[in-house]
């Protein structure tokens, strides 16, 4: 045997690597394991192998790592996985590491659809999933495509839907802007949160019959044993909670739970393998222990946990205040910044207005004194006349005078004398209706000047009154179990552990929890408006059977916590006899 054993221990984001010696324990390599992690939450976990049979197994820590079915390769394969679910993740898990983990286990069983999460669901969680890993969303980091390699969705959901690769990324691109200020850490727990409202969510199924024969499921979790029929795995019909058990035990493939209910028969069923029941037995004590230790007061280890979890949460989110604090200070300068630049450029573009609007009055007012220049010329133009005409009036009437004393003087040229009067009377009259004219004219033209000169007082006043105008000043804007040891005997096959009920302190009645969606207004219009939006785009004959359940629970009303009041109804011996009955 090799002094040191290889061993590759993979986390759900990372590879670690040990050396052994063939004398280590399963607790001591465990030890190791977690040592590294930086895990203290260590009840919750364990390592997983598949054995010489291909079954995945869960390593047993009070037996030696070579003693044990184990594949012999080098370096032997270990898996650390979850083994045991809190009830309530936001009131159990004390350490950021552990919601981590748990967080990335969750995340891939639903994402490989080990766990059905509805078409909805899957979207806001797949926002919350970004949010843990991009932080807020910021639109000169996330541009579009950020999303492009993201595994984000079950191919399920992708499939029973009439939408592209982009349009999935834009919708939860607009469920992550909505989540801005919550920390990664929130994020994994609200994730978490919603995440263990999900039927198959924490359940470890196997394969059993009852002394009928009738194929059926038993699923172990947290709040105790339940059966679903052979088609259902989201709705259990009968339970039996972890108060009600005193015993577990199986021989062979016959496993038997004893009630602590006397007047009630010992629940049997029978598995196809040995190995399965002694699975059954494990999970069965351990979530045991860890329901009977969540109903007493926490361990002084516990007590110590949670005093520095808080102390470092609240350090983080001072940290994060200051942080978002500084940001939005810089975002208020950057904006007050923006609005100085946006008010320069307006006082630019006034300022160019401005001269724009001076240059075409100084056209206008060129124009406008040009076209007097003209009318004052054509003005003087018509005077000129006027009063040349008005000479030559006046001539002829001192002509027609001189005719008149000559016509006086020679009377006897009378007659020439008459003709050349009558044509000066004739001129006379041509020349007045002439003068008649050019007055009217120049009135005309006087009238026209006049106007003219009002225009030009107008446009002065108008030029003046501009230039005066003072510039209006800028705009301001203001600126977000404790059990019995057993021993293997390979003999009988055969093994049994008491499941003591201690005095419990504070029991909580997980009969009466409601779901997240219940709870959170938020959240359940969330999930409303998503539903609505993915039922116009879904192809209902993509429907998986788990859909088709799942539809019916929501028309009936059912969940996860009201399904699991109803099938707890009656004694236990009526639920054994109804098990039985199936």
Request: with cysteine; charged share 35%.
């Amino acid at each position: 045997m090799p002094k040191t054993i290889n061993i590759r221990v993979t986390t759900m984001d990372a590879e670690l690597q040990f050396s052994i010696n063939p004398n280590t324990t399963g607790q001591q390599l465990y030890e190791e394991v977690v040592g590294m992690v930086g895990l203290r939450e260590v009840w919750y976990f364990g390592l997983l192998y598949t054995d010489t049979k291909g079954f995945h197994t869960w390593l047993k820590f009070n037996k030696k790592v070579t003693a044990q079915d184990i594949k012999k390769e080098s370096p032997i394969q270990f898996r650390f996985r979850a083994k045991f679910y809190p009830e309530d993740v936001a009131e159990e898990l004390i350490q950021d590491i552990t919601q981590k983990l748990f967080f990335m286990q969750v995340k891939e069983a639903i994402l490989t659809d080990e766990v059905y999460c509805p078409p909805e669901s899957a979207v806001l969680l797949a926002s919350y999933a970004v949010q843990a890993k991009f932080g807020d969303f910021d639109k000169e980091t996330h541009r579009n495509g950020y999303l492009a390699q993201e595994h984000l969705l079950p191919k399920r959901v992708l499939d029973q839907h009439k939408l592209s690769k982009e349009q999935w990324e834009q919708r939860v691109q607009t469920w992550h802007e909505e989540h801005r200020a919550i920390s990664k850490e929130d994020a994994m727990l609200e994730y978490l949160k919603i995440s263990q409202d999900l039927e198959m969510y924490g359940v470890n199924f196997f394969e059993i019959k009852n002394r009928k024969g009738t194929e059926l499921w038993l699923g172990v979790d947290a709040l105790g044993l339940n059966i679903y029929e052979k088609e259902d795995r989201l709705t259990p019909k009968i339970g039996f909670p972890w108060s009600e058990i005193r015993n577990v035990s199986f021989s062979d493939k016959k496993f038997s739970i004893k009630p602590i209910d006397k007047k009630a028969p010992d629940f049997v069923f029978y598995a196809p393998r040995i190995r399965m029941n002694k699975r059954i037995l494990a999970l069965s004590m351990g979530n045991h222990e860890l329901y009977m230790r969540r109903r007493k007061p926490d361990s002084i280890e516990v007590q110590q946990m949670k005093t520095k979890a808080k102390e470092e949460r609240l350090q983080k989110q001072l940290e994060r205040a200051q942080l978002e604090n500084e940001k939005r200070k810089r975002e208020a300068m950057e904006r007050e910044k923006e609005q100085m630049e946006r008010e320069k450029k307006d006082l630019m573009l006034r300022l160019y207005e401005f001269e724009e609007t001076t240059k075409k009055a100084e056209r206008d007012l060129q124009e406008q004194l040009e076209r007097a220049a003209c009318l004052e010329e054509e003005r003087r133009r018509v005077e000129m006349d006027a009063a040349r005409l008005e000479a030559e009036r006046q001539a002829a009437l001192l002509a027609k005078e001189e005719l008149a004393r000559q016509a006086e003087i020679q009377l006897e040229s009378h007659e020439r004398l008459a003709a050349e009067l009558a044509e000066y009377t004739a001129k006379i009259a041509l020349l007045e209706e002439a003068k008649r004219t050019q007055e009217e004219e120049a009135e005309n033209w006087q009238s026209r000047a006049r106007v003219v000169e009002e225009d030009l007082l107008k446009t002065r006043e108008e030029l003046h009154m501009v230039m005066a105008a003072p510039a209006a000043p800028p705009s301001s804007d203001s600126s977000h179990s404790s059990h019995s040891d057993h021993e293997e005997n390979e003999e009988n096959n055969s093994y049994s552990a008491e499941l003591h009920q201690q005095d419990i302190h504070d029991h909580r009645q997980e009969e009466d929890r409601i779901t997240e969606a219940e709870k959170n207004k938020r959240i359940k219009e969330q999930l409303m408006s998503l539903s609505e939006e993915l039922a116009q785009t879904r192809d209902d004959t993509r429907k998986t059977q788990n859909d088709l359940l799942h539809t019916e629970n929501v028309r009936a009303g059912r969940d996860k916590y009201k399904t699991l009041r109803q099938i707890r109804m009656g004694n236990t011996k009526q639920r054994v006899d109804e098990f039985e009955a199936l």
